[in-house]
């Protein structure tokens, strides 16, 4: 059984932990919140490994040293981790811009949201209306030129080649004059899934 520590002990380690945490915190840039969480982490990697000390081989400055050094760099090397998975540091919309009266929440439009930022159409209000043009477009195109078009949406056209008994020539001809006809009607390269032809 391990000796019990000293409450002087105690708080050395606490006070070194301390010290560790808030090096740590300012290296990573990390929010006030998250000191206390290093805190509490390094002191109980620090404890969990005590019983390990063996005072024939250094003092117990040193070890506790040796411990919190490695254990910083775990955390630091998982920061910088997660940093890169994520693309670069979170910002919460909540933090003041310019003269602290305004926040980045009230400074970012719809399409500048985190979509946007993702490379991906953020406006819902142009989706809508394209969507809204779409249907209509294909609601005045004949019968059979609406079911291609609506194939089109669901399979590859070598599919419907497959499954229509059309030539591979001729389903692509089709293509071609539905193109045309949607680009007479305004919609032609405008629509995202609707029509893939």
């Not at 990390?30 to 290093?38: F, G």
């Not at 509490?40 to 081989?57: G, I, K, M, N, Y």
């Not at 955390?75 to 926040?103: C, K, N, V, W």
Request: proline share 6%; with cysteine; charged share 25%.
């Amino acid at each position: 059984m391990p000796e019990p520590i000293s409450p002087e002990r105690v708080r050395s380690l606490i006070g070194e932990a301390d010290g560790a945490a808030r090096r740590l915190y300012r290296r990573l840039g990390l929010q006030p919140a998250d000191l206390d969480d290093l805190r509490q982490d390094l002191l109980l990697d620090l404890l969990r490994r005590l019983p390990a000390f063996d005072p024939s081989r250094g003092s117990i400055g040193a070890f506790t040293n040796v411990v919190l050094r490695n254990r910083s760099a775990r955390i630091a090397r998982e920061r910088y981790r997660q940093l890169q998975l994520q693309g670069g540091p979170m910002f919460s919309l909540d933090a003041p811009i310019g003269d602290g009266d305004h926040t980045l929440g009230d400074a970012l439009s719809e399409a500048d949201g985190l979509t946007a930022w993702h490379g991906q159409d953020g406006d819902t209000e142009d989706r809508l209306l394209l969507r809204h043009d779409v249907a209509n477009v294909i609601d005045a195109l004949s019968a059979d030129d609406g079911m291609l078009c609506a194939s089109l949406a669901t399979s590859p056209p070598a599919e419907l080649v497959n499954g229509s008994g059309l030539s591979r020539s001729s389903l692509y001809r089709r293509i071609a004059v539905l193109r045309t006809e949607l680009a007479m009607r305004g919609i032609a390269g405008r629509w995202d899934s609707s029509c893939p032809a």
